[in-house]
């Protein structure tokens, strides 16, 4: 068990440019989920996956936000057009499909828009 | 709306002296809940997580936490605290059948030598 893997560990990038960001799951594991923590906060959800179906978006999630996971192993998150406020933590985690559907973090990308 | 809230945003305690840390949560029905632990620029590790049965739980790295339905409480304890405690810890709850976490907004412990 390698536990969940996430690249780049950080990323700098200038307002308007497009960034994506790549999360490996434990490797049994079925379930992917997104999320987002800004300083001082708790992480945020953004996106759950079950297999290679995206099955929900929060609405944190904005159009400039997209997510896949096509094979149901890695995924990927894209920001196109960033901001200065998408300027974050970007965490994944995965999970099984059994009672309680404890999570199990990445070490996230930070994520910097100058 | 479902929310847990962490009412204390940092704790300093001294080495060697207990620790309890509040967690307070508002769901329809007992969600699940779990504590996790950040240290700073990294991801998060699951501490211990209550799904039912006994309401006392022990978690890794001497960790325990009590759930109790009255009070809508699951706080974190720990009876002698070591240097290598200090981070931000976060409780968070999931509602049965759902699968996203909501989490409090973090308790920073800072340990005194």
């Known amino acids: 068990d390698t536990g969940v893997s996430q690249d780049p560990r950080h990323k700098i990038t200038k307002r308007g440019q497009n960034v994506t960001f790549r999360c490996d799951p434990i490797?049994?594991?079925?379930?992917l989920y997104w999320y987002r923590q800004t300083l001082g906060q708790g992480p945020e959800f953004l996106t759950y996956?079950?297999?290679?179906?995206?099955?929900?978006k929060s609405r944190l999630l904005s159009d400039r936000f997209s997510a896949e996971r096509p094979k149901g192993s890695f995924s990927t998150l894209e920001i196109q057009r960033t901001e200065q406020g998408d300027s974050a933590m970007y965490l994944c985690?995965?999970?099984?499909?059994?009672?309680?559907?404890?999570?199990?973090f990445g070490p996230g990308t930070r994520l910097t828009v100058t | 709306a479902q929310s847990v809230t962490q009412p204390d945003i940092h704790i300093t305690v001294s080495e060697g002296a207990s620790l309890e840390l509040r967690c307070n949560y508002s769901?329809?029905?007992?969600?699940?809940l779990f504590w996790y632990v950040q240290s700073p620029g990294q991801g998060l590790q699951l501490l211990l997580k209550y799904f039912s049965g006994d309401t006392l739980v022990q978690g890794i790295k001497g960790f325990e936490a009590e759930f109790k339905r009255s009070q809508s409480s699951f706080n974190l304890r720990k009876p002698s605290v070591h240097w290598s405690d200090a981070a931000e810890y976060f409780c968070?709850?999931?509602?049965?059948?759902?699968?996203?976490?909501?989490f409090g907004k973090g308790t920073k412990l800072s340990v005194i030598p």
């Open positions: 490797s049994e594991h079925n379930r």
């Open positions: 996956f079950q297999n290679e179906a995206q099955l929900e």
């Open positions: 985690a995965s999970s099984l499909r059994v009672q309680g559907n404890e999570q199990y």
């Open positions: 769901y329809g029905a007992t969600p699940y």
């Open positions: 968070a709850a999931s509602g049965a059948g759902s699968y996203q976490l909501t």
